[in-house]
């Protein structure tokens, strides 16, 4: 929606005039300068991506070259590491994410004893820091032996902070949901199964999708939690950790570039399919 | 040569390394290193790993600048089949020994062959203490004679029954000499105004603690309350008024690189390996700090094969081409010091330069100026977390 | 407006079942084993023992009195830039965006795409002493010739105020997407200039935004350590970077629980005395 109502007792001023103009447009110039600066340091990983380090070090631009893209595995324990982040991610979302849906469908549709504190069992995490997050898990498994640290722990810890976001993300959607929808389906013979499988399930997709997306980004980019419950597995942003402490090779710069873009990429379409849908309608 | 770690190979690993415990184990048991439990021998016991998971620290082995692949790792796999995974995963003991400590508590494997840990920090010492380490296959290991006669009875491990040094080193001062003049001793570093913000001090206690003792002229082979109190005082000083930067594991190597630095309390064999001349390194004037890493086996690790390994570096020919590289194949060495008789014959013929540097086979004079700490104060809980609470703010 | 099942019985209970099992086995139980342990003493050469050692909350207090007041310093620092520099943003994007908002929107969560620890390296790369920002700075003589950037509370707050934008400005936009830009019409009809108009209609609409965005960047900024390891200097370490080491490296894993609920309580305190002072009773809704 557009502006604005005619500004009041304006009198024909060049000098207001200019003024107007100013305080129209800070909005965008102020707004253009921030985006510039969410974007400063990703243009330099991207730059840098494609640097030639004259010798260990990565922080001085010395030349142009593919290398870095084209030998992406060539430092060692990076393949391992990005292997095991993208496995970890993608169990962890799908599994966190069918656990929240159900959640989030208890907690919006039915009205049960407990709910209040459902709520607050799926905020605590969320208002928790990760340190403690991380620690506390430690201790737990530090005081048994059925799990293995690696692969099992950091998955464990991967689905427990995620399971938070897939619950809020989908009870977005459902809060919002016409169920005259699913009424009117009953009312023309289907059964509540049928009536979940062909009219709800379709028309929260999109939220599960999106439940399911946000649990991936956010496994993918973990750190703290992961730091103390890997044991010596290594996820990609440990292996960046580890490596940054005696020099980051440019291959971390092109893995971070690449999920950059893929996400990105993924994004854009999604938006400009939702932007050209609105289009039509309009 | 790097292992895709799918969750199958990781569980496959570990059962390989758990099988691996039994047999060692009860030989270890039983006190004697060549009778066999009946039953007959599993063939775990004799029969090489396909793969040998090695940690240890960064720019700590040879390195042929152009594949960036390891020669004597490629030997190795040569001769024996063996796969050597080489994890550099190791930038301070106090942090390597955070990641490994929750599962070695709980009995299970690190996925880990050999580990490389500090005798100068008190994480060795504790693995030991622990039971957290293999007892060597020493029926695998002949050529543990070429050990040096003063590596040969540390008072952590008397009867090297668990570990074998990998390199020596030496702890000194390294400086940019586009930045500042020469930085050599621990008055320039911790109070010369000049350097105010751009020096950093490592944070192992039994480096940085050995140094200012010996500025301060006392021994800190045996460290004393007052001795202590001095020198703890005079690196305090030093943060409180800024001097220092930050305390840095290995991670100092960046920011001098980057011209962030000036100087940096460091170790001997990393400047060489940066590769930037206009990095020196020197023991400091009054004195440095001497230490050796050593290899150990974690819970859980193949012995057999891990002890194999040892046995090929501790080869003089080995040892010699690893420690001073090879300038003609464009071989970087490890040019730290090595602990195997012999090494330096063969370096000689590789690389003469490296050969005759007094920091890689240092003469009796140079090792008299550098000491190592003292062990009991390592396990000493007031110093410690008198030293942590320095370090972490 | 949400219809109840009529025939729901053991249903919403089935449904909740493995969520909030695996969240209580691997949430709830873990902090109760944090507490066991923060009553313990002990080391790790001769094993732990519960011996209802209170006074390690209280050695914990005391002696790490300075990095809880610095890691809550910083962390309030770094919301209130977070929500000073969004703002406008979030405002511009939400009554000027039109049909380019959500595309407006990426720009604002893309860089969050790029893992957490690159993109502050990149930081250290850019903030490094003789790197074009420093450099900038000292010509202006904002900085001594000197000075510098990194290893010091600046870079680190500034690293945080970066690392949680999105959580800041996101929040923000939601809330004052929702706002009737008629409402605005009708204060300046009523001859409001747009200052007044803003101030005492827009941003007490906006409120809730502003709540919500505060403490998703508030709680996770004072329990953070990266930013102070990677930033900062001996100097600027926060309760994180203490935590960090007592359980890793040290091994002192009493002290480390016993900060771990100083920190989750503080953080609970400062969320509790929040919401009654700004009056929002669905905070658990206002994260939705």
New interface residues.
């Given amino acids: 929606m557009t502006s604005i109502a005619v500004e009041h007792g304006e009198r024909r001023n060049p000098l207001a005039a200019v003024w107007s103009f100013v305080k129209r447009h800070v909005l965008v110039a102020y707004s253009v300068l921030f985006f510039a600066y969410l974007l400063l340091p990703i243009a330099v990983v991207i730059v840098f991506s494609f640097n030639n380090p004259p010798g260990k070090f990565n922080y001085t631009w010395n030349s142009f070259t593919w290398d870095n893209w084209r030998y992406w595995n060539g430092v060692p324990g990076i393949q391992s590491a990005v292997v095991l982040s993208l496995e970890i991610a993608l169990i962890a979302s799908l599994i966190a994410t069918a656990l929240g849906t159900l959640i989030a469908l208890a907690l919006v549709r039915y009205s049960f004893r407990g709910r209040a504190s459902t709520n607050i069992l799926i905020f605590l995490p969320l208002s928790t820091p990760e340190i403690v997050l991380g620690a506390s898990l430690l201790t737990l498994f530090l005081h048994t032996t059925a799990v293995t640290f690696g692969f099992e722990t950091i998955l464990i810890a991967h689905i427990m902070f995620c399971i938070s976001f897939a619950v809020v993300t989908v009870k977005a959607r459902l809060v919002g949901f016409d169920r005259h929808l699913e009424e009117a389906a009953m009312d023309l013979g289907a059964n509540e199964w049928r009536t979940f499988q062909k009219v709800t399930l379709p028309l929260i997709a999109p939220a599960i999708l999106a439940a399911l997306l946000l649990c991936f980004a956010i496994s993918i980019d973990d750190f703290v939690v992961t730091y103390f419950n890997s044991g010596s597995s290594v996820t990609f942003p440990l292996f960046v950790w580890g490596a940054a402490r005696i020099g980051a090779p440019p291959q971390v710069n092109v893995i971070g570039t690449a999920i950059f873009v893929i996400a990105l990429t993924a994004a854009l379409v999604n938006i400009l399919v939702q932007m050209r849908r609105s289009k039509d309608a309009a | 040569m790097t292992d895709q770690l799918t969750r199958r190979q990781l569980l496959e690993r570990a059962a390989v390394g758990g099988a691996a415990i039994t047999f060692p184990g009860i030989l270890a048991a039983c006190g004697s290193s060549g009778s066999k439990a009946s039953g007959g021998t599993t063939s775990v016991e004799q029969k090489l790993a396909k793969t040998l998971n090695f940690s240890n620290w960064t720019l700590y082995i040879d390195v042929d600048n152009k594949t960036k692949s390891h020669p004597s790792l490629d030997a190795f796999k040569k001769k024996t089949g063996t796969d050597v995974n080489y994890v550099e995963d190791i930038n301070d003991n106090a942090s390597f020994f955070g990641k490994i400590q929750g599962p070695l508590s709980r009995g299970q494997s690190i996925n880990r062959d050999i580990i490389v840990l500090t005798d100068n920090d008190r994480y060795l010492g504790l693995m030991l203490r622990k039971g957290w380490a293999e007892k060597l296959d020493k029926a695998a290991i002949p050529n543990i004679k070429n050990l040096a006669p003063v590596q040969r009875h540390p008072n952590f491990d008397p009867n090297r029954d668990y570990t074998l040094p990998w390199q020596s080193g030496m702890t000194g001062i390294a400086y940019n000499d586009t930045l500042t003049d020469p930085v050599l001793n621990v008055t320039d570093l911790l109070e010369n105004p000049k350097l105010k913000g751009k020096i950093t001090v490592l944070n192992s206690m039994g480096d940085a603690m050995t140094i200012v003792m010996l500025a301060n002229g006392d021994d800190p082979t045996k460290v004393t309350d007052k001795a202590w109190n001095d020198a703890f005082n005079r690196i305090k000083k030093a943060v409180d008024n800024k001097q220092i930067r930050q305390f840095t594991g290995n991670d100092y190597a960046p920011p001098l690189a980057r011209g962030d630095l000036a100087a940096a309390m460091s170790w001997s064999g990393d400047i060489a390996q940066i590769g930037n001349k206009h990095i020196h390194w020197n023991v400091p004037t009054q004195g440095g700090a001497l230490w050796t890493d050593n290899m150990l086996i974690p819970k859980g690790g193949n012995v057999y094969t891990a002890s194999v390994y040892m046995n090929y570096v501790y080869d003089p020919k080995v040892q010699g081409l690893m420690e001073a590289g090879d300038p003609k194949r464009n071989i970087t060495g490890i040019y730290y010091i090595p602990p195997v008789i012999g090494a330096k014959a063969w370096a000689l013929k590789f690389n003469p330069a490296i050969a005759n540097n007094p920091l890689i086979f240092p003469s009796s004079e140079t090792l008299s100026k550098v000491k190592i700490f003292d062990n009991a104060a390592l396990n000493n809980q007031k110093y410690l977390t008198q030293w942590q609470n320095l370090i972490s703010g | ?5 009529r025939h ?1 019985g053991a ?3 089935l ?2 079942l ?3 099992l ?3 086995v ?6 109760g ?2 507490a066991y ?1 923060s009553l313990q003493s002990g ?3 001769f094993g732990y023992a519960f011996t209802w050692q209170w006074s390690n909350y209280w050695d914990a207090i005391q ?1 790490y009195r ?2 809880f007041i610095r890691s809550i310093e910083y962390a309030a620092i770094a919301t209130f830039f977070a929500l000073v ?2 703002y ?2 979030a ?3 939400a ?2 965006g ?3 908002k ?3 929107l ?6 969050f ?7 502050t ?3 250290e ?2 903030l ?3 790197g074009f920002v420093v450099r900038t700075l000292q010509t202006l003589h904002l900085l001594g010739s ?1 000075g ?1 950037l ?2 010091t509370g600046t870079a680190v707050v500034a690293g945080i105020t ?1 690392n949680f ?1 999105p959580f800041m400005a996101l929040p923000l936009y939601v809330s004052l997407e929702q706002i009737d ?1 008629r409402m605005i ?1 009708a204060a ?2 009523l ?1 409001a200039s ?1 200052w007044h108009a803003f101030w005492r209609v827009t941003f007490p609409l906006s409120l809730p935004g502003v709540v919500a965005g505060t ?1 998703l960047t508030f ?2 900024a ?5 930013n102070a390891q ?1 930033l900062g ?5 926060m309760i ?12 002192d ?1 009493p002290a ?2 016993a900060m ?2 100083i ?2 309580a503080g ?2 305190v400062f ?1 509790f005395l929040y919401a009654r002072l700004v009056g929002t009773e669905q ?2 809704g206002t ?2």
């Fill in positions: 407006m949400n219809v109840f099942h729901q249903t919403p209970y449904l909740l493995p969520g909030v695996f969240l209580s691997f949430f709830v139980v873990p902090l084993f944090l342990q080391n790790i050469d002696n300075g990095e520099a969004s406008p943003v405002y511009w994007i009554f000027r039109g049909r380019w959500n595309l407006l990426l720009f604002i969560v893309a860089p795409f790029v893992t957490y620890l690159i993109r390296l990149a930081w790369t850019i490094s002493d003789h000197n510098r990194l290893a970066y934008l830009a019409e300046e009809d001859y747009k403490l709680i996770p004072a329990g953070d350590f990266i990677l200097g001996p100097q600027n370490h994180g970077n203490v935590i960090q080491s007592k359980f890793l490296e040290l091994t894993y480390a629980a771990s609920f920190l989750m953080i609970l969320v905070l658990t994260a939705a």
